[in-house]
């Protein structure tokens, strides 16, 4: 199928898809899908203009996408005519998080844990070269909380939980060089471990101690204490709890002073079994 030109004079490139913003060519519910996702970065809400240029794509493309996802309930226009996420997308996400077992075992010890040192509790798995947040919960109190989101990444090399997780794939210098590979990890802070020597030295202290910690190697202000969680098998672990903390409010030494209590709250879920 040959592009065609539009009323409004912009062409449409059909069904072959159009340049998304990564420098693909999106096809069919592929582009539907990537509106979708970059919809979601909009609370507020987005015009198609606006959304138009951020995907480098023509508008009669984005629209029709938006078309497709406001008859599928997943996206609808707000009162200014702004494009927001839909409640049957919500509703979707919702109930499907709140039944994912992961989140369900781990809900209440992160609760125990948020009350008991007034900071946010996470529970994330590794993925590739980073952390994946799959549950959260704030402190019930305290003027000043984390932006972290359930669904949000970070560099594994920079967490307690990413290095925490690491410490049990990478066992060599030779595996954390390619690990590494071309690409230096990025300096979250100043602190952060970015060479490869000094990265496996640390995830060799993780593995000897069993937990992982973050002073301000993420963002600075705030420092972590990981510990590992097994729900899908009883030796390796499924992913890691952490609790981070504000470091003026809660320092590093505190939260590892605390590992045999936290360690008590994480119970069966923290052990490794046969």
Same mark, same amino acid.
């Given at each position: 199928?040959?592009?065609?030109?539009?009323?409004?004079?912009?062409?449409?490139?059909?069904?072959?898809?159009?340049?998304?913003?990564?420098?693909?060519?999106?096809?069919?519910?592929?582009?539907?899908?990537?509106?979708?996702?970059?919809?979601?970065?909009?609370?507020?809400?987005? #015009?198609?203009?606006? !959304? $138009?240029?951020?995907? +480098?794509?023509?508008? =009669?493309?984005?629209?029709? %996408?938006? &078309?497709? @996802?406001?008859?599928?309930?997943?996206?609808?226009?707000?009162?200014?005519?702004?494009?927001?996420?839909?409640?049957?997308?919500?509703?979707?996400?919702?109930?499907?998080?709140?039944?994912?077992?992961?989140?369900?075992?781990?809900?209440?010890?992160?609760?125990?844990?948020?009350?008991?040192?007034?900071?946010?509790?996470?529970?994330?798995?590794?993925?590739?070269?980073?952390?994946?947040?799959?549950?959260?919960?704030?402190?019930?109190? #305290?003027?000043?909380? !984390? $932006?972290?989101?359930? +669904?949000?990444?970070? =560099?594994?090399?920079?967490? %307690?939980? &990413?290095? @925490?997780?690491?410490?049990?794939?990478?066992?060599?210098?030779?595996?954390?060089?390619?690990?590494?590979?071309?690409?230096?990890?990025?300096?979250?802070?100043?602190?952060?471990?970015?060479?490869?020597?000094?990265?496996?030295?640390?995830?060799?202290?993780?593995?000897?101690?069993?937990?992982?910690?973050?002073?301000?190697?993420?963002?600075?202000?705030?420092?972590?204490?990981?510990?590992?969680?097994?729900?899908?098998?009883?030796?390796?672990?499924?992913?890691? !709890?952490?609790?981070?903390?504000?470091?003026?409010?809660?320092?590093?030494?505190?939260?590892?002073?605390? @590992?045999?209590?936290?360690?008590?709250?994480?119970?069966?879920?923290?052990?490794?079994?046969?």
């Amino acid at each position: 199928m040959q592009p065609t030109q539009t009323s409004d004079g912009s062409t449409d490139p059909g069904e072959h898809g159009a340049p998304g913003a990564g420098g693909g060519r999106l096809v069919g519910s592929d582009r539907v899908l990537a509106v979708l996702k970059e919809l979601a970065r909009y609370s507020e809400g987005v #015009g198609l203009e606006e !959304l $138009t240029r951020v995907m +480098g794509s023509p508008k =009669p493309t984005v629209h029709r %996408a938006l &078309g497709a @996802l406001r008859r599928a309930g997943l996206a609808e226009q707000d009162a200014r005519g702004r494009y927001v996420l839909g409640d049957e997308f919500l509703r979707m996400a919702f109930a499907h998080h709140e039944a994912r077992p992961d989140h369900v075992r781990v809900r209440p010890v992160l609760v125990a844990l948020a009350h008991r040192f007034g900071e946010t509790a996470h529970y994330a798995v590794l993925d590739g070269h980073e952390v994946v947040y799959r549950a959260k919960v704030d402190p019930p109190s #305290g003027a000043v909380r !984390l $932006t972290s989101t359930i +669904g949000g990444r970070n =560099p594994a090399h920079a967490t %307690a939980v &990413g290095k @925490l997780l690491l410490s049990r794939r990478l066992s060599s210098p030779a595996d954390v060089e390619a690990w590494i590979g071309d690409s230096p990890p990025e300096r979250r802070t100043p602190r952060t471990l970015c060479a490869a020597a000094d990265l496996h030295h640390e995830l060799a202290r993780t593995l000897e101690r069993g937990y992982g910690v973050d002073d301000q190697e993420n963002e600075t202000g705030v420092n972590c204490l990981a510990l590992p969680v097994y729900l899908t098998s009883p030796t390796t672990p499924s992913g890691a !709890l952490s609790i981070s903390a504000l470091a003026y409010r809660t320092p590093l030494a505190t939260l590892v002073d605390a @590992l045999d209590e936290i360690r008590d709250l994480l119970g069966p879920l923290g052990r490794p079994h046969a």
